[in-house]
């Protein structure tokens, strides 16, 4: 099993340019997660999905959009960059979408916006 | 609202020490709390978690405990060794079920 992979690693975006970052799982899971993490931050939940159609918001999830179309895909979309936007982004999936169950994180994306 | 804490941001210590990395959380009221681990540029592992019934959870070298009335955790790593250096985070259930509340992380470097 390839786990949680991630697409691109790094990306330079100017301001009010637009990008999607791609995360696939393999594992089946049903719950998948998008997190922001900022330079000695903890992680913020953007969006999170309980299953194929269904996405709801976390708690960061200004200008960002998501859609999960099939249970392996959950791509995050960025519409018009911003600074503000400059972060890591982990993808991660769950078999049950319990705060307590193990969430499998993918490498991760460093989005830099100027 | 729930908020997590982790000092010191950044630890050193000779390989072979035995440390303690320390986590708070100011809400009490949570029914477990994990430890995972970040490489530099890989995902998060996760280590342990500790339900909220439990005081102590082992696997291998690392031993986490959990004081609820006092809103701590400890991630105990005996042994250190150099292959121990990474980034250890903490992590509580948030006030929704698929929401994580995530310390800062402790930035660990063994030194050989």
């Known amino acids: 099993n390839a786990g949680v992979t991630q697409t691109p690693k790094f990306r330079i975006l100017k301001i009010g340019q637009s990008m999607t970052l791609q995360c696939t799982q393999d594992m089946n899971h049903n719950y998948m997660y998008w997190y922001r993490q900022d330079p000695g931050m903890g992680l913020k939940l953007i969006y999170y999905s309980v299953g194929a159609g269904i996405t709801d918001k976390g708690e960061v999830p200004n200008g960002y959009n998501v859609s999960r179309s099939t249970t392996e895909d959950f791509p995050l979309r960025l519409e018009l960059a911003a600074p503000s936007q400059t972060s890591v982004y982990f993808c991660?999936?769950?078999?049950?979408?319990?705060?307590?169950?193990?969430?499998?994180f993918g490498p991760g994306t460093r989005l830099t916006v100027l | 609202k729930q908020e997590v804490t982790q000092i010191p941001a950044a630890l050193s210590v000779p390989e072979g020490e035995n440390l303690v990395l320390n986590c708070s959380f100011t809400?009490?009221?949570?029914?477990?709390l994990q430890w995972f681990r970040q490489d530099p540029g890989k995902g998060l592992t996760s280590l342990l978690l500790?339900?909220?019934s439990q005081r102590e959870q082992t696997s291998g070298r690392l031993n986490a405990s959990l004081d609820k009335s006092s809103g701590r955790s400890t991630l105990y790593i005996a042994a250190s060794q150099p292959g121990d250096s990474a980034t250890y985070l903490c992590a509580v259930p948030g006030d929704s079920n698929y929401q994580l509340i995530w310390g800062a992380g402790t930035k660990l470097i063994i030194k050989p």
């Open positions: 500790i339900q909220s």
């Open positions: 809400d009490s009221a949570i029914y477990n």
């Open positions: 991660a999936s769950s078999y049950s979408g319990l705060a307590g169950d193990t969430q499998y």
